[in-house]
């Protein structure tokens, strides 16, 4: 946040520069604008011309009618080119923005709620777009102003020098209704936020307040968060009262000088009425151009909170750092962590871990929640660095080897394992460097015990699993996720709870598929389920961030007073469930 506030408008503008905006189009787009402008200045001399009797005149007339025409032609091809650049613009930016949010280390992706990165590539590029179309609506209206105060000076020097100083009461009246306008309105959309979020959270849990007796105290609640809401709309519906007598108030002034000082000058013969008409006409002009400074100044200060949001993205690092070993010379060796320190945050999470995971064995992590067990499973992925130390593989520092390698060595299987709309075929193969036969594809999920439920189905591996893969149990979601660590055949494989969320009966299918997945593979176990940890070659039991001890089931359960907790706590956990099954 601190840092966004001090990118300032250089976030703005280097987005600008970065962004691969149609230039081409947007420039068409203002030529267009400027004949088309051109052309509309001169209508006004053609009234004139028509009032002063020329109306038979049919050079005069054609021309007239010539003009109008001409200057809407060239108006409207102005616009189209400026509607064509639009999506052009949004994409490009999109397109920018997703590459960086699939490149951006993960620590990245923890600054903002997803909810707002959703936000950062829907809504926020579009203002680009908007901007430079009224920059673009801005350099026209300020030729058009400068060009009728040209005109009209050149037509009656008193009545263009009494109107200038109507010029800024407009900019100032406009500047003003547009802020106050926006930012009550801004005010009025936070507040309904929060009583969509308000709301949409506590009837979703209409059983823990009733639960809990809490009916009467969430009443009050929701009063508050609706009185907030009404206060907000009340300052805008003041705001819009006031908002349009001042908006008519800048015609009101600009119309009655020229009518009423024009008026006297007429009648003392210092003007005709056709300059006074043709006058009035421009007068239209500065009124109706002046209006898009104030346009022009409220997008400029919406964009800039957007794409500064933008900006901070973009000018992230990548995580793919060049010229780095490929990872296959390490292959098959131990991994070692040599005085590890990390956190998240100050708070060291990590403190000074040292410890060897050996190659082609089953290495468990026990320990109180919170330990900092998964914690380890991201350092070895690489999704956070070491603050202190390194994690080494054979006699390789990880980070000397380049990411994709090492992380398409390994395998990840985790409690809730994520699936993407798309068929359990695509979930299979989902990330694989080849394209799997059917026989492959059969072997994995036979490996993983899911080939039996999979053809059940009538579509079989091209069954759509839905969104999240809703459409599947939770341990036929394991089983698939089981199936695609069997192909991906990694040499590491890492199991985060990977059974934590199943029941009974799916959990002995999960655990069956796990111990088939882990034999011949450098394997990392973090779970509570002590069938998976007792057949460690190695458990290490971790407690405040520290490797506090390390050996076997049974060797550990003679010598580890926690460890023997930790077992008698799942053992009679495990006895409960069954019971209660
Ligand atoms: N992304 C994060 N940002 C900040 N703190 C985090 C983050 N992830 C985890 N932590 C903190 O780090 C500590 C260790 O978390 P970790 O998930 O490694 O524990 P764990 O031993 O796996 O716990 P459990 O057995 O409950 O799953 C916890 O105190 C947690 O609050």
Known sequence: MEENKKRGWKGFFGLVKKSKLPWGLYI?????????????????QYTMKIIDGQIFDNKVVFAYIGLGIL????AASSALFSAIAGPIAKRNIQQTVWTKLMRMPIPEYNKQPSQQLISRITVDPGYIDIVVKNAKATILATFTLVSSIAIMYNMNVKLTLALLPVIPYILIVTAGVGHYTQKTQLGVQARFAGITAF??????????????????????????????????EKKRAIVDLFAEPLMQSTQAIVVGTVLIYGGILVGNGEMRVSELIGFYMYVQFIHNNVLKYGILWQTLKQARGA?????????GE????KRQKPMAPEIGKDLDFENVSFGYTDRKVLNNLNLTIPAGKVTAFVGPSGCGKSTILKL??????????????GNTPAEAIHVDDWRR???YVAQASPLISGTIRDNITYGLDHEASIEELRQAAEHADALSFIEKFPEGFDTEVGEFGSKLSGGQRQRIAIARAFIK????????????????????????????????????????????VKEADQIIVIDKGQAIDQGTHKQLLKSNELYRQLVDIQTEKDGRMSFEF
């Open 380 to 393: 070895v992925e690489r999704f956070y660095k070491p603050g202190v130390g390194r994690v080494m593989i």
């Open 409 to 411: 060595s390994i395998a």
């Open 489 to 532: 055949n990694a040499p590491i494989l890492l199991l985060d709870e990977a059974t934590a969320s199943l029941d009974a009966k799916s959990e002995h299918a999960v655990q069956k598929a796990l111990k088939e997945l882990m034999k011949n593979r450098t394997t990392i176990i973090v779970a509570h389920d002590m069938d998976l």
């Open 318 to 321: 990548d995580e793919d750092l």
């Open 28 to 44: 068409i787009g203002l030529i267009f604008g400027f004949a088309g402008a051109g052309l509309g200045l001169l209508l006004p």
């Open 307 to 315: 794409t500064e949001n933008i900006a901070d993205i973009v000018e």
């Open 71 to 74: 200057a809407a032609i060239l």
């Open 199 to 232: 709301f949409a959270e506590r009837l979703q849990r209409m059983r823990l307040v009733k639960s809990f007796g809490k009916e009467e105290e969430e009443i009050e609640h929701g009063d508050e968060v609706l009185l907030k809401h009404y206060t907000a």
